[in-house]
């Protein structure tokens, strides 16, 4: 598989945690950038840190690598090989999926490391904005 290109936006993301019950709080429709997963037991909230949300658990200060687009279903391995890049530095993610692409979140404090490592693998990484 050819080596993507990721661009690094220009925001700093919170993942936040509810109880499975919650309702979606309407502020998030309007934040530029939101992902919503509800699963058995909990729903996920991903947005700009600069809009707050009543939750249960809060991660914050997280920067998003989007995979750019679209991807064709019929690609494999996408998050599997860029993850494994950035396991083998140590630098944890959180992936998202949407129909046309990837993104993969990494700590503020690792986002540096994380354009490195993939740089040095041979992936193209848009950092201006």
Request: no cysteine.
């Amino acid at each position: 598989m050819s080596k993507l290109t990721l661009k690094l936006i220009s925001e700093n993301f919170s993942i936040h945690s509810l109880p499975v019950n919650s309702q979606i709080p309407q502020e998030i429709f309007s934040a530029p950038i939101y992902f919503i997963a509800k699963t058995f037991e909990e729903i996920s909230i991903v947005l700009p840190s600069r809009y707050t949300l009543d939750s249960e658990d809060v991660e914050t200060d997280w920067q998003a690598l989007e995979v750019v687009g679209p991807l064709d279903f019929l690609l494999t391995g996408i998050l599997s090989n860029i993850s494994s890049v950035l396991a083998d530095e140590k630098i944890s993610i959180f992936a998202m999926s949407t129909f046309d692409t990837d993104y993969i979140l990494v700590k503020s404090n690792t986002v540096e490391a994380a354009i490195s490592a993939l740089r040095l693998n041979h992936y193209q990484v848009i950092t201006e904005q």
